[in-house]
C-alpha cells in the first residue's frame, strides 16, 4: 500500500447527477460498510460517482459507478424509488461485485493462478 493509505467513499466519492453537495456527509456517513471492501486498494486508486435519474419519480434511476486502477469499471444500477432504498441496494451491490471481483483473483478460486510443484521424477 501506498504512504497516502487506504481507498474509502470519503477519499472516492463524487455526486453526479441529481444530488446536491449538501447531501454527500449522509451518503458517506450510511455508506460506512462500503469502507471495509475498499480498504484493500489504495487511496487515489478509486473513485466512485453516484447519479440519479428522474429523481422522485416512478421511473428512478439511481448508478454507482467504481473506477479501480488495474481493473474493469464496475457499475451497480437500482430502479427503486424510494431513493433511501436505492442508495443501499446500489452500495450493497458494488460491495458485493467488489467481493466477487477479488475472489476470482485469490488463487485458491482460480485454477490458473495456483502455484503447483513439479512432480518428483
Known amino acids: 500500500m501506498s504512504d497516502e ?3 474509502t467513499v470519503e477519499s472516492s466519492l463524487r455526486l453526479g447527477n441529481g444530488f446536491d453537495q449538501d ?3 449522509p451518503i458517506v456517513e450510511g455508506w460506512a460498510s462500503l469502507d471495509s471492501r475498499l480498504r484493500s486498494f489504495d487511496s487515489g486508486t478509486v473513485e466512485l460517482e453516484l447519479s440519479v435519474k428522474e429523481r422522485g419519480e416512478a421511473s428512478q434511476s439511481t448508478v454507482l459507478e467504481a473506477w479501480i486502477s488495474g481493473q474493469t469499471r464496475v457499475v451497480a444500477t437500482s430502479r427503486e424509488p424510494d431513493l433511501a432504498h436505492a442508495l443501499h441496494e446500489v452500495r450493497d451491490d458494488l460491495i458485493r461485485q467488489l ?5 476470482r483473483t485469490e488463487p485458491r478460486n482460480n485454477p ?4 503447483t510443484e513439479a512432480p518428483e521424477g
Open 23 to 25: 447531501e454527500r456527509g
Open 99 to 103: 467481493t466477487d471481483a477479488k475472489s
Open 112 to 115: 490458473s493462478l495456483r502455484v
Open 5 to 7: 493509505g487506504t481507498a
